[in-house]
């Protein structure tokens, strides 16, 4: 399937301002392409018990998810920094849930850059449901 990678950015960017990041004060969204087409987009989420802070990605995971898909093909991560910001761990291994080789694109508004990589790169070997099904108890 083709991916337009700039379409993508946009539909991220378009959401960005909803970021709820008053702590930190860095601003992120996300959106998700499917294989159907469709596009989920998320933000992050802070709140003053920090540790409780959800990421864009899987902010835009859970939509994805709660819309009936399962099969993203493409993240798009923009923010507001200088610098194009690559998933957190955590999103890594939610994203790897769905598609361990999902098209990753992160972009930064303020400098106009953008950085395509494959998640198989950025993270190689996932925790997956079959390493957790070998160490079950078979009885
Ligand atoms: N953040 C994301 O939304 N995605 C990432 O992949 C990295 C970090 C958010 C979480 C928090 O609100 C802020 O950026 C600073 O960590």
């Known amino acids: 399937m083709r991916i337009d990678v700039d379409a993508l950015i946009k539909e991220a960017s378009r959401v960005l301002g909803n970021s709820y990041a008053p702590y930190s004060n860095i601003h ?5 392409l499917t294989s159907s087409g469709r596009v989920y987009l998320g933000v992050n989420v802070e709140n003053a018990s920090y540790g409780l802070t959800i990421c864009a990605e ?3 995971i859970s939509a994805m998810v709660a819309a009936g898909e399962r099969d993203p093909v493409a993240v798009a991560i923009v923010t507001d920094l ?3 910001i690559p998933p957190c761990g955590a999103c890594r291994q939610v994203i790897a849930e769905f598609n361990p080789r999902a098209l990753i694109v992160m972009h930064s508004t303020r400098s106009g850059r953008t950085v395509v990589r ?5 993270f190689p070997q996932p925790f997956t449901i079959s390493d957790e ?3 079950r108890d078979p009885s």
Request: proline share 5%; charged share 30%.
């Open 28 to 32: 992120v969204a996300a959106a998700v």
């Open 118 to 122: 494959n998640l198989e790169e950025l």
């Open 82 to 84: 200088e610098d194009p």
């Open 58 to 60: 899987r902010s835009a």
């Open 133 to 135: 099904a070998g160490r």
